[in-house]
């Protein structure tokens, strides 16, 4: 994944375009000279906040005490 800057007024002018990119590039968008917000894929949002949840946690402490791998589909399960 890319890694890119841009000004409010170019992402205001293009942001279709950024959009569009989101999931191969991560943007960030400067205001007054100063990095502000960033664009990017929502996937990669919803992996980082999985990967804060305690119970997510505790099953893959879990899943390695036991020395048994577990599916991505039981790591997220209620």
């Known amino acids: 994944m890319t890694y890119t800057t841009t000004t409010m007024s170019e992402a205001r002018a293009n942001f279709a375009e950024l959009l569009d990119n989101a999931a191969e590039q991560i943007t960030v968008i400067k205001r007054r000279g100063k990095k502000d917000v960033a664009i990017f894929d929502i996937d990669l949002i919803e992996d980082y906040l999985a990967s804060q949840n305690?119970?997510?946690?505790?099953?893959?402490?879990?899943?390695?005490?036991?020395?048994?791998?577990?599916?991505l589909d039981d790591l997220f399960k209620d």
Request: proline share 6%; no cysteine; net charge positive.
């Open 54 to 71: 305690p119970r997510i946690i505790q099953k893959i402490a879990d899943s390695r005490k036991s020395n048994k791998l577990i599916e």
